[in-house]
């Protein structure tokens, strides 16, 4: 038994109980939304030199265009840009969503659920167009 | 006032609000560039060669250029604003969080190079 009578204030703070057994939440879907959102953001921060490189590549020369082409062109790279279009798309229409809640917009616990069902069928939808093009 | 108020009452708005308008001119200028190429469809030739010549001729007025240039510097800003926040969640030992941090800084500074100098030389 902790007795925080016995601490010092400063103290207390760490003595605080915590419940971080993730397994006992159950993610309602605007937090799924709210942590890809998150997770995306950190999978994109993570590209970015990738895709940095790819867009010096394609300016450099005819042949250095020619080779990321060909690079871009295998399936395996495909599938990595259809994960990454992903993140792309999540993390822009759940941030336009989360802008829109700033100012206000949608935030009743009923409009927020729903616009959290519209944004992931959003996303679905675009990574599929996406997929199509490229492929 | 307004500025007051973000400077000297409340700081970190200020932060708060530098990544909401970085992600506005990120928005405006990603659908913008969608439907610019989509118009001038810049790649897809009968040979590489005209397909790359396209692409250089679309990456390489000044406009493009610097408001490309824009446009990263926005999203170097959003991202410094939000890997802090995830870092600042989840690292809990403060030495480890200022070092990953200021890899992060590192990065993001080297990036910026890196990118006015392609754009430069485009």
Same mark, same amino acid.
């Not at chain 2, 790359?52 to 250089?56: E, G, H, L």
């Given at each position: 038994?902790i007795k925080?009578?016995?601490k010092?204030?400063?103290d ?25 959102h998150r #997770?995306?953001g ?5 590209a970015?030199?990738l895709?940095i490189l790819?867009?010096?590549?394609s300016?450099?020369?005819p042949? $250095?265009?020619?080779?990321l082409?060909?690079?871009l ?6 599938l990595?840009?259809?994960a990454?279009?992903?993140?792309f ?6 941030g ?7 100012i $206000?917009w949608?935030?009743?616990?009923q409009k ?6 519209f944004?992931?069928?959003?996303v679905?939808?675009?990574v599929?167009?996406? #997929?199509?093009?490229?492929? | 006032?307004f500025?007051q108020l ?5 700081? !970190?708005?200020?932060l =708060?609000?530098s990544?909401?308008?970085?992600? *506005? ?14 118009i001038?469809?810049?790649f !897809?030739?009968?040979? =590489?060669?005209?397909s ?5 001729a679309?990456?390489s007025? *000044? =406009?493009? %250029?610097?408001s ?6 926005c999203l ?5 604003? !939000? *890997?802090?926040? +995830?870092?600042k969640?989840y690292?809990f030992n403060?030495?480890? %969080?200022?070092?990953?941090q200021?890899? +992060?800084?590192?990065a993001l500074?080297v990036?910026?190079?890196w990118?006015v ?5 485009v």
């Open positions: 038994m925080l009578g016995d010092k204030l400063g207390k703070k760490k003595l605080r109980p915590k419940n971080l057994n993730l397994f006992t939440i159950r993610l309602p879907i605007n937090a799924v939304v709210s942590i890809l #997770a995306s950190v999978g994109l921060f993570l970015l030199p895709f790819a867009f010096k590549t300016l450099d020369s042949n $250095h265009y020619f080779l082409s060909n690079i062109n295998t399936w395996y790279i495909k990595m840009l259809i990454l279009s992903w993140a798309f999540h993390h822009f229409f759940a336009i969503r989360h802008l829109l809640q700033d $206000h949608m935030t009743s616990l927020a659920r729903f616009s959290s069902r944004v992931l069928w959003l679905g939808f675009s599929c167009v996406f #997929a199509w093009i490229i492929w | 006032m500025i973000l400077t000297h009452k409340y700081p !970190g708005m200020r =708060w609000l990544q909401r308008l970085t992600a *506005v001119v990120m928005a405006i200028y990603i659908v913008s560039l969608i439907i610019l190429l989509l001038t469809q810049p !897809g030739y009968a040979t =590489w060669q005209e790359y010549a396209a692409w250089y679309f990456a007025p *000044v =406009w493009f %250029r610097l490309t240039l824009v446009f990263f510097m170097l800003m959003h991202a410094w604003l !939000g *890997v802090a926040d +995830v870092l969640d690292v403060k030495t480890l %969080r200022a070092y990953m200021m890899a +992060v800084d590192i500074v990036y910026l190079f990118l100098y392609i754009l430069w030389n």
